[in-house]
């Protein structure tokens, strides 16, 4: 097997190639640190100490946890971390645990940390171009651009609206390994508030001041279907959420915390709204739970509202379609969500004036995880949607933006006082079982669990709605019944 070369194999340059490839954000970098984390480990010239203090410094495992269970080292070969361990270093948990403790507690050689890139600023553009190809017709190919526009230096104006674009800075293909870090980071920050995952919630100062201040922003919207499920259609969960890491999985600065209002979308898959037979209903299911989304949102006094494309993504979709049929269901889709989105707006009144309504998400200039067309068509089709609408003055698009590092933005321009929940609000496409799903979860049989998804990455990046999520789930698993336990929540307050 094939390794990289490490001069003297000393503990100071294995850590410095880490950083670098780690830095790189190149594909493939995290099979390279496997790669060379393995060469640690077999080193007979490298101490069980030094294997230690590089476990501890990069976080392989963090408050007894390791960061993955097994070592990917391309070309189908991989080893189980625990194994290698105790073969190499005969190292077993008790052992490695007790020996990263001592280490992590002690004061580590300093080591160069990451440099965040500056923050891109974003343009305003005109509404006749809106930064993104135009809907084209099925059957047809969508022009590529040669040249990618940079945009200017110009600060965020929030009173562009009126299907205005304000091009975002794109969806970065995160290397996993730095996603993964992050969840650990994450899960230890709720261990010290006694809100660990796999254990039943046993509070600690710091757990009941998060408590106490922000847990009044906890709030059950019920709909109309009494089910089974956790969250049943139509129910609306609102937590309060305040962001640590950045679409590039970052940190980054926050002041004040908004709203994230979850709510499961129809699968039109299960459903098979394919078929034209079952469309109606369907149908008829997403807009009511628009509906029951929106007036949450309005409800919690948000005047910032954000959708991340709702309801697209893997709720819609359906390898066995053709694009044509998906192309007619995507029409369908947006219609709804739009008649929705101006029968509530007709519905508030005075209430809804001053709301504004951004649509943010991909649309295949710079995000990778699936196939260009799907997160184009699903652009295109909610722009020619949103146009037809009442209220399109109140809503502006905002291709290539992550909605919660824009809902971070937007609610930091409050002045607030301690425990006050800025009037930002997330709509977030949520699991009917769980609550930001297994976001808790890492690499499992080669690859990582919903690398993609903006619930659970929204959880990875958000310590304060892990740990909310935790208490209304009550564990990894949902226990009893989603309402009860928010009423729990209160009068822990």
């Keep these: 097997m094939d390794y990289i070369p490490v001069k003297g194999n000393t503990l100071s340059t294995c850590m410095q190639k880490w950083d670098e490839n780690l830095n790189s954000h190149v594909k493939g970098s995290r099979i390279e640190n496997w790669k060379l984390f393995h060469k640690v480990v077999t080193d007979k010239n490298i101490s069980n100490e030094d294997v230690c203090r590089f476990m501890a410094e990069k976080k392989i495992v963090v408050s007894g946890r390791m960061m993955t269970d097994t070592l990917i080292l391309g070309n189908n070969k991989s080893v189980v971390i625990s194994k290698l361990l105790e073969d190499h270093r005969k190292l077993d948990k008790k052992t490695l645990e007790a020996s990263i403790s001592k280490i992590s507690a002690s004061a580590l050689p300093a080591q160069p940390s990451r440099q965040l890139p500056p923050t891109p600023q974003i343009a305003n553009q005109n509404s006749s171009t809106i930064g993104m190809p135009k809907p084209t017709k099925v059957g047809t190919t969508t022009p590529v651009a040669t040249t990618k526009q940079k945009p200017v230096a110009k600060p965020y104006d929030a009173k562009t609206f009126g299907l205005n674009a304000v091009q975002g800075p794109g969806f970065p293909d995160v290397d996993p390994t730095i996603k993964d870090q992050v969840r650990l980071e994450t899960l230890s920050t709720l261990d010290k508030w006694g809100m660990n995952i796999d254990q039943p919630t046993n509070l600690t100062t710091s757990g009941k001041a998060l408590i106490s201040t922000y847990g009044h922003a906890v709030k059950f919207y019920p709909g109309k279907i009494q089910g089974k499920k956790f969250i049943n259609p139509g129910d609306v969960v609102q937590t309060p959420m305040l962001m640590t890491h950045d679409e590039k999985f970052q940190p980054m600065k926050a002041t004040n915390a908004f709203y994230m209002h979850s709510t499961p979308a129809p699968n039109a898959k299960s459903c098979n709204a394919i078929d034209p037979t079952n469309r109606p209903k369907y149908l008829k299911e997403m ?21 991340n494309y709702f309801g697209m993504g893997a709720f819609l979709r359906d390898k066995n379609a053709s694009r044509e049929d998906m192309y007619h269901l995507r029409q369908d889709i947006t219609r709804v969500i739009v008649e929705a989105f ?10 809804g004036k001053d709301v504004k309504f951004y649509l943010t998400g991909p649309t295949g200039e710079s995000f990778t995880a699936d196939k260009e067309e799907e997160p184009k068509d699903n652009y295109n089709a909610f722009v020619l949607a949103f146009a037809n609408s009442a209220f399109k003055n109140n809503v502006q698009l905002c291709p290539e933006t992550d909605a919660f590092v824009l809902a971070q933005q937007l609610a930091d321009k409050h002045k607030l006082k301690p425990g006050q929940i800025a009037p930002v609000s997330v709509m977030n496409a949520a699991d009917p079982y769980l609550l930001g799903n297994h976001w808790f979860d890492g690499f499992k049989n080669g690859r990582f669990n919903a690398n993609y998804a903006i619930d659970e990455n929204g959880h990875r990046r958000s310590p304060m709605a892990g740990a909310f999520a935790k208490e209304i789930n009550g564990g990894k698993k949902a226990q009893g019944n989603c309402k009860a336990n928010i009423d729990a929540i209160h009068k822990m307050v």
């Design 287 to 307: 807009k009511d739970t628009v509906k029951s989304g929106l007036e949450a949102q309005i409800a919690s006094g948000s005047k910032h509202v954000l959708w």
């Design 342 to 351: 101006d029968e509530v707006m007709t519905k508030v009144g005075a209430k």
